[in-house]
C-alpha cells in the first residue's frame, strides 16, 4: 500500500488575528492533486486537526469539505484527535465517518482494540494501523501512581508505554505477519518545537523517550510537533510536521508529507509542500527597517505576512511612536504587516514593561507571564520550581479537557 503521513493540521488557525483559511484550502487542493498522481492508497492524519477544541462554522466546513474531496478520489482516511482537539466534537460523525471507509478516534476508547484498523479491509488486511490519538492524563495515570512531581511524570511515560504496547500486542496476536503502523500524537524527547505548538502532559516535562517506542510496530506516524523530524528510535519514526507554517518561527522550515510504500519497506518519502505565503521577519534599527521595507516585494499566491522587530540602543518614545507611524502607514499590494515589537539594549524596565514596549499579551505565553510574576516575589527556589510544576499541571487540565 502508498500511504501518506500528515499531521497537525490546525483547521480555523489564526496567525495574529489573520485567518489561514485560504492557506488550508489551497493545502487541501494541493493533497488531492498528489493522492491521484501517486495513486496514494490511505492518509493518516496524527492529530491536531483543529487549532480549537470548539472550531468555529467555517472551520468545520472546511473540515467536512476536505473529507468529501478525499474520499472522492477513493482513499482510505484514519484521523486521530491531538491535544488541541475536542474528543468528543471528533467523534460525533464517527459513524456515519466510517460508513464512508473514514476512521476518526477523537479520544482513546475503553477497549484498545477500537484503535486497531486494518486496511484496506479486515478479510484482506495488508497493514494494521494502531491509530492512538493524544493521551490525556486521565488515560494514561492512577491517582495512586505517587506523589511526588517526579512519580507524577514517570507514571505518564509509563502509561504511554503501556497503551502502545497493548496495541502492539493486539496486532501481533490477532494478525499475525501483517506489518503494523502506529498513530500517536506526543512529545517525544530530543526534538526540536517552534512557537505555536502548546505544551502537554505537564509542559513537556513528561517527555516520552524513543527507546520507549514498541519495536513491533514498522513504522511510527507522529503529530503535534511541527517541524518535520525523525525521533532517534529503533524503527523509522517520524514528525510529519504541519502542512502550513503556523508562527513566524517556522517561517524557514521546509513543510512536507510523508509517503511510505509498504512494498519497498518503511522508510518514507519526504515530498515538500509549496509554501502558498511567504511569512517575513525584518528587523533591524528604525531608519534600517524604513529601508528595507520600502524594497520589500511580495512573493506567493497569497498575501505575505510581515513582522517587524525595531532594535535600537536606548529606549525612545519618539521612536516608538514613528515605528507606530511607519506600521500605520505601511501600504503595499499583497504585504501586511500583522505584528510588530521593539527592543531596547538599554531599556529601564517599568512594571508596565515587563516584556519590553510595544508586547502585546497575545504575543506571550501564559507561562512566560506566570514566571514574570515569580521573579518579582521572594520564593525560595525549591518552592518557585513547585508552583512551576503546579502551574504545568494545572494548565494541563485546562487544555486537555473536553
Known amino acids: 500500500m502508498r500511504i501518506l503521513h500528515t499531521a497537525d493540521w490546525h ?81 460525533a460523525p464517527k459513524d456515519l465517518l466510517l460508513a464512508l471507509e473514514m476512521n476518526v478516534i477523537g479520544g482513546l476508547p475503553e477497549m484498545i482494540q477500537d484503535c486497531i484498523i486494518p486496511l484496506p479491509n479486515k478479510e484482506n488486511p495488508e497493514i494494521i494501523i494502531a491509530a492512538l490519538p493524544y493521551l490525556r492524563d486521565s488515560d494514561v495515570r492512577l491517582a495512586s501512581e505517587g506523589n511526588t512531581y517526579e512519580d507524577r511524570l514517570a ?3 509509563k502509561g504511554i508505554q503501556a497503551k502502545f504496547d497493548e496495541a502492539a500486542a493486539y496486532c501481533e496476536q490477532t494478525y499475525p505477519h501483517i506489518p503494523a503502523i502506529a498513530m500517536g500524537h506526543l512529545y517525544a524527547a530530543g526534538v526540536s518545537t ?46 510529519s510536521g504541519s502542512p502550513l507554517m503556523l508562527s513566524f518561527s517556522e517561517r524557514q522550515d521546509e513543510k512536507r508529507v510523508l509517503l511510505i510504500d509498504t512494498q519497498n519497506g518503511f522508510e518514507p518519502e519526504s515530498i515538500a509542500i509549496p509554501p502558498f505565503r511567504k511569512l517575513l521577519k525584518i528587523s533591524g534599527s528604525l ?39 511607519l506600521v500605520s502607514n505601511f501600504s503595499k499590494d499583497h504585504l501586511e504587516i500583522i505584528k510588530y515589537r521593539t527592543q531596547f539594549k538599554e531599556q529601564q524596565q517599568q512594571s508596565s514593561a515587563v516584556f519590553g514596549a510595544q508586547q502585546n499579551l497575545e504575543d506571550l505565553k501564559p507561562k512566560e507571564v506566570f514566571e514574570s510574576l515569580l521573579e518579582n516575589e521572594a520564593f525560595l527556589p525549591e518552592e518557585r520550581q513547585e508552583l512551576l510544576h503546579t502551574f504545568d499541571e494545572l494548565k494541563e487540565m485546562l487544555t486537555t479537557s473536553d
Open 11 to 91: 483547521i480555523g488557525k489564526r496567525l495574529h488575528k489573520h485567518y489561514l483559511y485560504q492557506d488550508f484550502d489551497l493545502f487541501i487542493g494541493w493533497l488531492c492533486d498528489l493522492v491521484h498522481q501517486e495513486q496514494i492508497d490511505a492518509i493518516l492524519v496524527s492529530g491536531d486537526v483543529f487549532d480549537l477544541a470548539n472550531p468555529s462554522a467555517e472551520a468545520r466546513k472546511q473540515y467536512f469539505q476536505a473529507l468529501i474531496a478525499l474520499k472522492n478520489l477513493d482513499c482510505h482516511l484514519v484521523i486521530t484527535g491531538g491535544n488541541h482537539d475536542s474528543p468528543s466534537m471528533l467523534d
Open 155 to 157: 507514571a505518564i511515560r
Open 194 to 239: 517552534s512557537e505555536s505548538e502548546r505544551d502537554i502532559q505537564i509542559g513537556n516535562q513528561a517527555a516520552f523517550k524513543a527507546e520507549q517506542f514498541n519495536t513491533y510496530f514498522s513504522y511510527i506516524a507522529l503529530g503535534h510537533i511541527h517541524q518535520p523530524q525523525r525521533v532517534n528510535a529503533q524503527v523509522p519514526t517520524f514528525y
Open 287 to 325: 531608519e534600517e527597517l524604513q529601508q528595507k521595507l520600502e524594497v520589500l516585494q511580495h512573493e506567493g499566491q497569497l498575501d505575505s505576512l510581515i513582522e517587524v522587530e525595531m532594535k535600537e540602543e536606548q529606549y525612545s518614545t519618539q521612536k516608538l511612536a514613528q515605528l507606530d507611524e
